[in-house]
């Protein structure tokens, strides 16, 4: 059974400055892990996609990077602002079926 | 607007009292998928939809049901509601697993509880 965690837990940085979030899975056959943001009392929004073929994928500020074979994703967050604090989440899709695994995310807030 | 739409947003229902949360997309999507999240358990997985009559198991299927006779929509069926299936649950759509960009779009989602 497919296992995915996500540390650290929470995370607190003063505005401007560049952080990672990490995302490990258990089985490293997967289609593709993505990458959301969760704002308090709000739906999930998709962040980035990556594809079990791809190492990475750049939107704006943000940079998600994979590598399968450790099972671990990486995503980077470049001049942290606060209106970045939320919850990040990240979800793997597993190749033999529409079954997805999330992580139970991490939370950072962002300290003008 | 491309968007999923769930219904209702908030429910307080009795145990035992059969309810359907719909779950509706526009964007003639062929995955659909239902997840509940609760404090300390994350989102988890209920049911999913690969295309119109396809479904499947998730991680956590007991107690729910699920149909899928048209593409755009999705319902969630309790026939028997208990008070561990008060939590906020969300329905997420995707261009289908056979595309290359499979993004999911969730909905608002909808808080039940159940007393």
């Known amino acids: 059974k497919q296992e995915v965690t996500q540390i650290p837990a929470a995370l607190s940085v003063p505005e401007g400055e560049n952080l990672v979030l990490n995302c490990s899975f258990t089985?490293?056959?997967?289609?593709?892990l993505q990458w959301f943001r969760q704002d308090p009392g709000k739906g999930l929004t998709s962040l980035l996609l990556i594809q079990s073929s791809q190492r990475e994928q750049t939107s704006g500020r943000l940079n998600a990077s994979l590598d399968k074979s450790s099972g671990r994703s990486t995503l980077y967050i470049a001049a942290s602002q606060p209106g970045d604090s939320a919850t990040y989440l990240c979800a793997v899709f597993s190749t033999n079926a529409g079954k997805s695994t999330f992580g139970d995310g991490t939370t950072l807030t962002v300290k003008p | 607007e491309a968007q999923v739409t769930q219904n209702p947003r908030y429910l307080i229902t009795v145990t035992g009292k059969k309810l359907t949360v719909t779950c509706s997309q526009n964007?003639?999507?062929?995955?659909m998928s239902w997840y509940r999240q609760d404090p300390g358990l994350g989102l988890r997985q209920i049911y999913y939809?690969?295309?119109?009559?396809?479904?499947d198991k998730g991680d956590v299927p007991e107690g729910y049901k699920v149909s899928r006779k048209e593409k755009r929509n999705f319902p969630l069926i309790l026939e028997s509601p208990s008070p561990n299936q008060t939590s906020l649950y969300f329905c997420a759509s995707s261009p289908g697993l056979a595309r290359y960009t499979d993004t999911q779009y969730f909905g608002p989602g909808t808080r039940l509880t159940v007393l």
């Open positions: 964007m003639n999507h062929e995955y």
């Open positions: 089985d490293s056959a997967i289609y593709n």
């Open positions: 939809s690969m295309n119109v009559e396809v479904t």
